[in-house]
Structure formats: C-alpha cells, structure tokens
Nanobody
C-alpha cells in the first residue's frame, strides 16, 4: 500500500500563487508515476499534471500549462504542484495520486484525501 497526504491548499486572490505538497509513504518504491488531479463542484475530476519518479518526466494539462509546475523530491518522497497566476476557475479540491504503471492521466492506483484550493476574484 501507498499512502498520500496533500497539503498547501487555501484561499488566495486571483493572480496569486500556492504550492501544494504530497508526501508519500509505504511502498512508494512500487510506484512509477505521480499525478495531480482536481475536481470542482459539480464537475468531473480533471487531470492536471504528472511526473515520474525516475527521470522526472513531466506532463502538464493544456488548461494549466505555463502557470502550473510539477516537481519532486525523491529523498523526501514528496511531489509538489507550484501554481501561479491562479484564476477563479482553478478553484477545486486537488488530489495527489500514484500509479505503478507509466501512465499519464488515467489508471492511478492510490489517491490522497485532497486539499481545497479556493481562488477569489
């Protein structure tokens, strides 16, 4: 099993920045890719970004490209989501996820509890 704990969410004004963290524990060595997803009220869950533990290969959704950056710290078993130029439409619960396979936006095996991000206009 792999445990994921997100933190860093909060309330921010439009144009502001936040940095989300996801600390992993357990059998982290069994995972290949880590992802960030978000779900706004009344909407389906949306893929945001992905990074691989080995090589740090990233993939970022077009909707946030240029504003959001995903990164990792292997020693801390932690991934981050740096969010800049935030917009009200970025308001959502943000989830960290882990996959044992080289996936991009689907088929994740483990999920965190989520952290709320609210962007005011």
């Amino acid at each position: 099993q792999v445990q994921l704990v997100e933190s860093g969410g909060g309330l921010v004004q439009a144009g502001g920045s936040l940095r989300l963290s996801c600390v992993t524990s357990g059998r982290t060595f069994s995972t290949y890719a880590m992802g960030w997803f978000r779900q706004a009220p009344g909407k389906e869950r949306e893929f945001v970004a992905r990074i691989t533990w080995s090589g740090g290969i990233t993939y970022v959704a077009d909707s946030v490209k240029g504003r959001f950056t995903i990164s990792k710290d292997n020693h801390k078993s932690t991934i981050y989501l740096e969010m800049n130029s935030l917009k009200p439409e970025d308001t959502a619960v943000y989830y960290c996820a882990a996959s044992k396979r080289p996936v991009v936006s689907t088929d994740y095996d483990y999920w965190g509890q989520g952290t709320q991000v609210t962007v005011s206009s």
